[in-house]
């Protein structure tokens, strides 16, 4: 359960209605009921949320009948494949495996589906017609059944760590196989998972295969309740990470449009509130020995876009943004990354990277994409959803990884100071990328043990 869904409103009202001390001696099937009719008590305040997001992203109040299971099935007749990604993120680790699916099950139809606009937005502009892209429906019974009755799937491939109760319930009873595909498991979230004991030990029983990312995340698992011999180390796939001929000649451009050569460049990947204005004070020191230096700033959540450049201005820093369509000028001092999906080609101007959600206590996000760029990395201390990534770059020299916040200016100055060691971060990082690869072949495999021969 994630908190952008309304997770952190279950969580508190499992408490405020006394269940989660019910929950390592009730049933899985008394916990799932109340739960259930928890949620139902709560949905007032999840479609309130809905609608407060919807001030600065308009999209979360259009296409709710979906989040209830009320849609038009394709016509498409195939036997069908459902792909769950939540948001952007696990869209984009998702997408070279859908592409995948796509060639190696031409007889099946493909349902992919996300809780978030910006999640929806990617999935069409990535794959167009090519799939059914609907909302994931809210964790309701009968938002479920609806929705598993329209689709039927015979294989429902959920990315990470999405785990919602009925979703898993109503999918395994309609005998559909379910596999978790590049789970990850921190000891922070097993520890919220264990407070549901009986809950989570079902949850786990009704997945028949679980593709996970390190032997740790495993472990937890295991001690939660899931069977050992469904468990499968496959690594990341999202070192699997492909910069292709296209992506790498719009690189060339966008270096070339940001004069890479003449002032350093210094971007900022996928910020979130708290972060921001860290960036700014350590960039403000850096301009006092490096005048030049351009600060490419990323904000995670395009709802964000204008309160981040707002905050720039009010600081004093000429703002240009990305969608303006055109180059940086030498008195700019910021461009603002405020289109979808161009986070990987703008980390290819990195001299340094810096990853966000990681200055605060968020859990910090993907590092690959700047790594595969022979970018050196940067991170705040909070990296618990990629802990085993951030592990492998630290060993291999690749990425710094701070013990405070404040500790960021200072090393980002010592990195523009020595340019060889940047190089040599650089190739470290790209080694880690390199030697960590073929996790999508090896869940591609599962998947294929799962679906039922044609």
Known sequence: MR?????????RGLRVAGILP???????????LLYSLLFYCLMPFVLLRMLWRSRLAPAYRRRWAERLGFFTAPADVRPLIWVHAVSVGETLAAAPVIEALLQRYPGHQLAVTT????????????FGERVFHVYAPWDLPGAVRRFVRRLQPQLLLIMETELWPNMLHYSAAAGCRVVLANARLSARSAKGYARLGG?????????????????ADGERFVELGLPRERLHLTGSIKFDLELGESLRREAAKLRGDLACEQRPVLVAAST??????????AFSALREQYPA????????HPERFDSVAALCEARGWRVLRRSAGRAPAPADDILLGDTMGELLLLLSAARVAIIGGSLIEHGGHNVLEA?????PVVTGPWMFNFEEISRLLVAEGGMIRLEQPQQLA??????????????????????VVSENGGARERLLHLVAEQLPPP
Not at 293 to 300: A, G
């Open 410 to 431: 200072a090393t980002l100055l010592q990195l523009l100071d020595d340019e060889p060691r940047c190089q040599r971060m650089g190739a470290a990082g790209l080694k």
């Open 22 to 32: 019910l929950a390592n001696t009730a049933t899985g099937a008394t916990m799932r």
């Open 199 to 215: 809950l989570t030990r079902k949850m786990l029983g009704q997945l028949d295969c679980v593709a996970c990312q390190a032997r």
């Open 3 to 11: 908190p952008r869904d309304g997770g952190a409103l279950y969580w």
């Open 293 to 300: 230096l351009l600060l490419v700033l990323v904000p995670r």
């Open 272 to 281: 979130h509130p708290g972060e921001d204005e860290q960036i700014l004070d």
């Open 371 to 375: 790594a595969a760029w022979g970018a």
């Open 115 to 126: 809780t978030t606009p910006t999640g929806s937005e990617r999935v069409m502009a990535l």
